[in-house]
Structures are given as structure tokens and as C-alpha cells.
């Protein structure tokens, strides 16, 4: 029901910032709390970070806190993941996620949910 569409991947060097967008053509993402993870190559998936549907709560994993920020741009109807300080452990396919369900990334308790709309994903590669 929900198309979702990630962009932004690319070569970026160590210590280097991106920006990852999330969208979700014809819908409105301030109807979703959004999810994002990453997969590195013969790795499992990574949940990463979490924004409610409010925008008010947001949540990281311990690996990106600090270096990674989640927002909202409702008037562009985005969802965005600043990346900075990127690390050579950084790279993977990176996935945005979307739930309508309330209680997604609602709480203190935010990660394991499964998320009902995914996007294909965005590469990003961390090298110099």
C-alpha cells in the first residue's frame, strides 16, 4: 500500500557526512513513524535509528548516537537521516521503513518492531 523510497547513498570518506532521504510518493509520511536500518555485506540487518509520526521522539542505536540524526521535513513530505563522522563500519545498504501503528518508535522500548513497508534500499560505501 505504501511505496517507500530511499536516495542518497554514495562514496563518502571516513569522517565525511551524507544525508539519506526517505520518501514515499502519493502518501504522507506524517501519517508513519519511520525506521531506519542498515545491512552490511554478511552482516544482519542493523535498526538504527526510529522517528515517531510526531517527530517529537526520536531514537538511536548505540552505534550511530551522537554521529547520526533522524528528522522530519513534513512541508517536503521527507524523512531524513544526517550522517557525520562517518566510520569505516558505516557502510552497507541502508533501509527506510514505515508503520502506521501508534506505539511505533512511541517509547523507550523501540527496537525489534517490524516495520510494515520497506524501501529497496541505498548503498553506502565508506572509504577513502
Known amino acids: 500500500q505504501l511505496h517507500v523510497v530511499e536516495s542518497g547513498g554514495t562514496l563518502v570518506q571516513p569522517g565525511g557526512s551524507l544525508r539519506l532521504s526517505c520518501a514515499a510518493p502519493?502518501?504522507?509520511?506524517?501519517?508513519?513513524?519511520i525506521g531506519w536500518f542498515r545491512q552490511a555485506p554478511g552482516k544482519e540487518r542493523e535498526e538504527l535509528s526510529c522517528?515517531?509520526?510526531?517527530?517529537?521522539?526520536?531514537n538511536y542505536a548505540d552505534s550511530v548516537k551522537g554521529r547520526f540524526a533522524i528528522s522530519r521535513d513534513n512541508a517536503k513530505n521527507t524523512v531524513y537521516l544526517q550522517m557525520n563522522s562517518l566510520k569505516p563500519e558505516d557502510p552497507g545498504v541502508y533501509y527506510c521503513?514505515?508503520?502506521?501503528?501508534?506505539?511505533?518508535?512511541?517509547?523507550?522500548?523501540?527496537?525489534?518492531?517490524?516495520?510494515?513497508?520497506w524501501g529497496q534500499g541505498t548503498q553506502v560505501t565508506v572509504s577513502s
Open positions: 502519493g502518501n504522507t509520511l506524517e501519517a508513519f513513524a
Open positions: 521503513a514505515a508503520d502506521d501503528r501508534y506505539y511505533y518508535c512511541s517509547g523507550d522500548v523501540w527496537m525489534g518492531f517490524e516495520y510494515n513497508y
Open positions: 522517528i515517531s509520526k510526531s517527530g517529537d521522539i526520536r
